[in-house]
Nanobody, 127 residues
Framework: QVQLVESGGGLVQAGGSLRLSCSAS????????MGWFRQAPGKERAFVAA????????AYADSVKGRFTISRDNAKNTVYLQTSSLKPEDTAVYYC????????????????????WGQGTQVTVSS
């Protein structure tokens, strides 16, 4: 089992930034591919960013490319999502997800590909 706990969400003005963190406990974090998803009210959960367990491969949704950066610190069992130039349409609950992966460079962009999920952290961007 892997337990994931997100933090760092909050209320921010448009153009601002937040750094979301996801701390993992349980099985070996360093062998898990990680992802961030978000869900706005009335919408389906959507892919935001992903990173392979080696940390060298990343993937982003087109809507956040150039504004968000995913990273990980395997020594701290933590994955981060640095957000910047936030827009009101970025308002959502942000979820961290994890799954085992054989290849360290593989990233996963679909929610169904992930095994473990956190409880989410709310990000609200005001205009």
């Amino acid at each position: 089992q892997v337990q994931l706990v997100e933090s760092g969400g909050g209320l921010v003005q448009a153009g601002g930034s937040l750094r979301l963190s996801c701390s993992a406990s349980g099985r070996s974090f360093s062998s898990f591919a990680m992802g961030w998803f978000r869900q706005a009210p009335g919408k389906e959960r959507a892919f935001v960013a992903a990173i392979g367990w080696s940390g060298g491969s990343t993937a982003y949704a087109d809507s956040v490319k150039g504004r968000f950066t995913i990273s990980r610190d395997n020594a701290k069992n933590t994955v981060y999502l640095q957000t910047s130039s936030l827009k009101p349409e970025d308002t959502a609950v942000y979820y961290c997800a994890a799954r085992g992966a054989y290849e360290g460079t593989t990233t996963y962009t679909r929610a169904l590909q992930y095994t473990y999920w956190g409880q989410g952290t709310q990000v609200t961007v005001s205009s």
